[in-house]
């Protein structure tokens, strides 16, 4: 899927490089909705969360994506243009 929303979130991820982004972005299920958790330090605290209300759940987005596992949506959102960071 590369049309659609762009997430830009190099601003805010400034030490991403000390890790892979797994350990600043994570997926979850919340409220009826799937919602990226942002932490600005290797599996730091959430600073900023992003709601997909068009999604019911995690396993919805990774449908429009293809993938199986957290780790693997970020790569391929990274890769479509869907998601920004610094790497």
Do not use: C, P, R, W
Not at 5 to 13: I, P
Not at 39 to 54: L, S, Y
Not at 59 to 81: E, H
């Amino acid at each position: 899927k590369s049309s659609g929303d762009k997430l830009d979130l190099a601003d805010l991820l400034q030490s991403e490089h000390t890790g892979t982004l797994s350990h600043f972005l994570t997926f979850v299920d919340e409220g009826g909705h799937a919602v990226l958790n942002v932490a600005t330090e290797t599996d730091g605290a959430v600073v900023q969360k992003v709601v997909f209300d068009n999604y019911a759940d995690v396993a919805a987005l990774q449908a429009t994506f293809a993938d199986v596992s957290g780790a693997d949506l970020i790569a391929k959102m990274v890769t479509n243009g869907n998601l920004k960071t610094d790497i």
